[in-house]
């Protein structure tokens, strides 16, 4: 168990963790969230950008699953159900139940998962708590409310440090 929130890896969006990417680091299963990782939130169907990605992953033998904290059933039931993909809804990230579920789907264990995501508080802390590895995105949006504003601003030096530690490698 790990607290720290300090992503392993930062993106900038969501098509530069290609299946090339996952396999240099051996993962078999990309957890990933909704919400301005994917899509902007309230978005309600999927880019053919995303579906094309997704099919890149899934191609090349990596499990995918939309794991989100997003409580509104319908929209979100929509968005992952045009995609095909499986979806584990209301979460609780950091909480460990999300994403046992979507790893117990898969059969997978945290040392060959990723999460991807936007968001230091839900995301990037519970893959650290978990022992998965974490994949950061800047938000596809920029933040939707003040309150996320401030999140991201507060992460700002650990992605700093993210981005430090990726160019020494
Ligand atoms: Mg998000």
Known sequence: MS???????????????????????????????????????KTRHPTQEVRDWIASLTDAGIGFAIVSNNRSGSRVLD?????????IGHAGKPKPGGFKRAMALFHEMPEHTAMLGDLWTT???????????????????????????????????????????QQKK
């Not at 968005?79 to 979806?87: I, S």
């Open 79 to 87: 968005y992952c159900g045009e995609l095909g993909v499986p979806y």
């Open 3 to 41: 607290l720290s929130i300090i992503p392993h890896r930062v993106f900038k969006r969501f098509t530069d963790v290609t299946p090339q990417v996952l396999k240099s680091m051996d993962i078999h299963l990309l957890l990933c969230d909704l919400d301005n990782t994917l899509a902007p939130p």
């Open 123 to 165: 995301d990037i802390l519970g893959a650290r708590l978990w022992g998965l590895t974490m994949l950061a995105v800047e938000p596809v949006e920029g933040a939707p409310n003040f309150g996320h504003w401030l999140l991201y601003q507060m992460h700002r030096p650990f992605m700093a440090a993210a981005r430090r530690r």
